[in-house]
């Protein structure tokens, strides 16, 4: 088993570009979540898909932020335009029905 | 709304002393409960869960976890520690049937030789 995959897995560029996270979730898991970790806010959920669907966005900071899940095996996270205080560890992770979620390694993005 | 909290921002063992790490938890109901672990630069590893049943959990590399309801608690042991054990540990609390995680703040535990 592969587990879920993330790229890239580094990202810095310059303020007002946009950034695309991408994600490929572990075969037959059927949600699939996207999480920032920053210093000072810790882990926290924006967004999860269920069977392809978004179920809950509330954790989605702004507008800027967009995440999509066109089929089951990929998904992006967009941030347009990214801005210094997106800097952050992201996470995707992916689940089966009822069961414990695995995580990807994470992309590190900067922003400058 | 769920909450968890890990009052211990870090924690130093010496290797091969036992060790256990505090997680309090908020939530009306029975929750599901979860530890993982980060190490540097990685994701996040499933150390063990509770669904329901047994109130001790056993989970990988040595680690359990006793949940005990009276006290909203969820607390990671290790009985021998090794200085690979060297990481991040959160404790997170699932709503059931919610699907969505909470976590603590994690501790970060500093294994000396």
């Known amino acids: 088993d592969a587990g879920v995959i993330q790229s890239p897995r580094h990202e810095v560029t310059e303020m007002g570009q946009e950034v695309t996270l991408r994600c490929k979730p572990i075969s037959g898991h059927n949600s699939l979540f996207w999480y920032r970790q920053t210093m000072m806010r810790g882990l926290e959920l924006l967004i999860y898909f269920n069977n392809n669907v978004p179920i809950d966005d509330s954790g989605m900071p702004e507008d800027r932020f967009s995440a999509k899940m066109p089929n089951a095996s990929f998904s992006t996270l967009k941030i347009q335009p990214s801005e210094p205080r997106d800097s952050a560890v992201y996470f995707c992770?992916?689940?089966?029905?009822?069961?414990?979620?695995?995580f990807g390694d994470g992309t590190r993005l900067s922003i400058l | 709304a769920q909450s968890v909290t890990q009052p211990d921002i870090h924690i130093t063992v010496s290797e091969g002393a036992s060790l256990e790490l505090r997680c309090n938890y908020s939530?009306?109901?029975?929750?599901?409960l979860f530890w993982y672990v980060q190490s540097p630069g990685q994701g996040l590893q499933l150390l063990l869960k509770y669904f329901s049943g047994d109130t001790l959990v056993q989970g990988i590399k040595g680690f359990e976890a006793e949940f005990k309801r009276s006290q909203s608690s969820f607390n990671l042991r290790k009985p021998s520690v090794h200085w690979s054990d060297a990481a991040e540990y959160f404790c997170a609390v699932e709503g059931t049937g919610f699907q969505k995680l909470v976590f603590g703040t994690g501790t970060r535990l500093l294994v000396s030789p």
């Open positions: 939530y009306g109901a029975t929750p599901y």
């Open positions: 992770a992916s689940s089966p029905p009822n069961q414990p979620q695995h």
